[in-house]
């Protein structure tokens, strides 16, 4: 039967306007996805815009079946399997869908990511280091693209692999490493975190590679040009606070100038697995969380005044401000300013950005 709580939580996070630091937000104000589903049109009326559009509950209970169907499963924030290293970053994924060995996510685990298009040396370079490693006793996280995610995949196979992936955990992309696909199902972890069916779309793999680096207690580079995917994935990294490592390469290698200069602002420079050990040693314990249920339900938020409102909103603009930088400004308590912002972005008038940032919405 379907768990009613998890039922909740899943039409929660797949309701319109409800990105991942609104779910948490929510769950901390009201103890429960249930209580929070119905207040969000009166908040949404209190930010001045209209209520999201709520996920209907025969949709959800439809894609419940279909993961149950495809031999997967949720796992859901602040409940166990859900690793501690991803729950620590502010855009934790509410919900995840898996399908595998979930023991592999209480293991130690380094994500490692590089150029689709990479050379032989590359990627020989990368299946060999994920063979050492899962001897060392890690678990190897990447993204199942072509290239160096392919390579770490099936170095790291026989000790235990992750794939995140930017589409539905039944959808095959790239299409030739379907065998790859399903053989991480069976003997790996494969997670996604769109619902069954969502083919991947470009707007999916900034959210993909964030996963991926939250998992990690570090991130590997092997190969990458400038401004790659792997680069913005090794800056996550960085922002979660976990370590930095990167492959040198020639300079004449235009795909080794992404891993040299992420050497150059201060990446852990990696030849063999003894340095990517090294460089681990201080992140030994980061693994999976306490099982919790649902958060500890606390006071409503106090009622906020119109002109506490107002002072908040009018600091608000285009650009992106930081939530501490809005506390400071307005004089307004941080329990209230964060009740503003969530009534704002509930009634579609706020955005979020990296960082910790918002800003006023376009096309508000």
Same mark, same amino acid.
């Given at each position: ?40 049109? #009166?908040? !949404?009326? %209190? +930010?001045?815009?209209? *209520?999201? $559009?709520?996920?209907?509950? =025969? ?123 399903? #053989?991480? !199902?069976? %003997? +790996?972890?494969?997670? *996604?975190? $769109?619902?069954?069916?969502? =083919? ?123 939530? #501490?930088?809005?506390? %400071?400004?307005?004089?307004? *308590? ?31």
């Amino acid at each position: 039967m379907t768990d009613p709580r998890h039922a909740a939580k899943l039409r929660l996070a797949r309701s319109q306007n409800i990105g991942p630091v609104t779910f948490a937000r929510l769950l901390e104000r009201f103890g429960s996805a249930e209580a929070a589903l119905e207040a969000i049109p #009166d908040l !949404a009326r %209190r +930010g001045g815009g209209r *209520a999201p $559009q709520l996920a209907n509950r =025969e949709a959800i209970e439809a894609e419940m079946a279909e993961v149950e169907r495809l031999g997967a499963g949720y796992i859901f924030a602040n409940e166990r399997p859900y690793p501690l290293a991803l729950a620590q970053i502010q855009t934790a994924p509410p919900v995840l869908i898996v399908r595998g060995d979930l023991s592999l996510l209480a293991k130690p685990l380094v994500a490692m990511v590089g150029a689709r298009n990479a050379s032989a040396a590359a990627r020989r370079f990368a299946r060999e280091l994920s063979f050492k490693l899962g001897e060392e006793g890690y678990v190897v996280v990447s993204g199942l693209a072509r290239g160096i995610d392919t390579a770490a995949h099936n170095g790291a196979l026989d000790s235990g692999t992750i794939a995140v992936i930017a589409g539905g955990i039944d959808v095959f992309y790239p299409p030739e490493n379907e065998a790859l696909q399903l #053989d991480i !199902a069976e %003997r +790996g972890v494969l997670i *996604a975190e $769109q619902p069954p069916g969502s =083919e991947p779309k470009a707007r999916h793999f900034p959210y993909r590679n964030r996963i991926i680096a939250g998992l990690g207690m570090g991130t590997i580079v092997v190969e990458a040009a400038p401004k790659s995917g792997s680069l913005i994935t090794a800056r996550q990294a960085n922002e979660f606070g976990r370590e930095v490592m990167a492959v040198p390469g020639s300079p004449l290698d235009p795909r080794a100038q992404g891993c040299n200069q992420l050497i150059r602002d201060g990446a852990t420079l990696i030849q063999n697995v003894d340095d990517v050990v090294s460089a681990l040693r201080p992140f030994d314990g980061l693994t999976v969380s306490e099982p919790d249920g649902d958060f500890a339900s606390e006071p409503v938020s106090p009622d906020v005044e119109s002109q506490e409102r107002e002072r908040v909103t009018e600091l608000l603009g285009p650009v992106s401000v930081s939530v #501490d930088e809005l506390i %400071r400004q307005s004089g307004v *308590a941080p329990a209230v300013v964060q009740t503003v912002l969530l009534e704002l972005e509930l009634a579609g008038r706020l955005e979020r950005h990296a960082g910790g940032k918002v800003s006023i919405a376009l096309s508000s």
